[in-house]
Structures are given as C-alpha cells and as structure tokens.
Nanobody, 124 residues
C-alpha cells in the first residue's frame, strides 16, 4: 500500500508564492514518475506537472509553465511544487500522484496512487 500525503497549502495573495510537498511511504512504493494535479468544484482533475523519478526530466501544463516548478528528493521520497506568481484562477485542491513502477513517461495517464489533496486559495 502506497500512501501519499500532501502539505503546504493555504491562503495567499495574488502574486504570492507557495511551496507544496508530498511525502510517499509504504513498502510497495516504487515509481518512475510522479505528478501534481488540481481540481476545482464542478470540474475534472487538471494535470499540472510531472517529473521522472530520479531524473530532472519534467513536463508542465501551459497554464503553469514558467510559474510553477516541480522537483523531487528521491532519498526522502518527497515531491515538491514551487508555485510563484499565483493567480486567483490557481485556486484549487492540489493532489500529488504516482505511477506504478511498470509504467513510464510523463503523460497524464497512468497515475494510480493519489494523495488526499491540499487546498490552495489565491485571494485578496
């Protein structure tokens, strides 16, 4: 069983920054890629960013490219999302997710393990 626990959400002013973290645990945790998604009420889950586990290869959605940075500390089994220049439309619940070890690539599909999410609210 894999557990993913996000933290770091909160309320921030437009133009501000936040750092999200996601700690992965569980004996069965093996992955080739992890990612961040977000969701607002009434809409589907939106892909934000993904990273190849153990490498620096990343991919971003157009909506966050240049503002958000995904990174990972493999030794700590921790995924990060640095969010700069936040906008009200970035308000959402942010989820981290992991692909099982038999799946590869940074595509939006194949993320089978999910955290419970952390709320990010961008408002004046």
């Amino acid at each position: 069983q894999v557990q993913l626990v996000e933290s770091g959400g909160g309320l921030v002013l437009p133009g501000g920054s936040l750092n999200l973290s996601c700690v992965a645990s569980g004996r069965s945790f093996r992955t080739n890629a992890m990612g961040w998604f977000r969701q607002v009420p009434g809409k589907g889950r939106e892909f934000i960013a993904a990273i190849v586990w153990g490498r620096d290869t990343t991919r971003y959605s157009d909506s966050v490219k240049g503002r958000f940075t995904i990174s990972a500390d493999n030794a700590k089994n921790t995924l990060y999302l640095r969010m700069n220049s936040l906008r009200p439309e970035d308000t959402a619940v942010y989820y981290c997710a992991a692909k099982p070890s038999y799946l590869y690539g940074l595509g939006e599909d194949g993320f089978f393990d999910w955290g419970r999410g952390t709320q990010v609210t961008v408002s004046a």
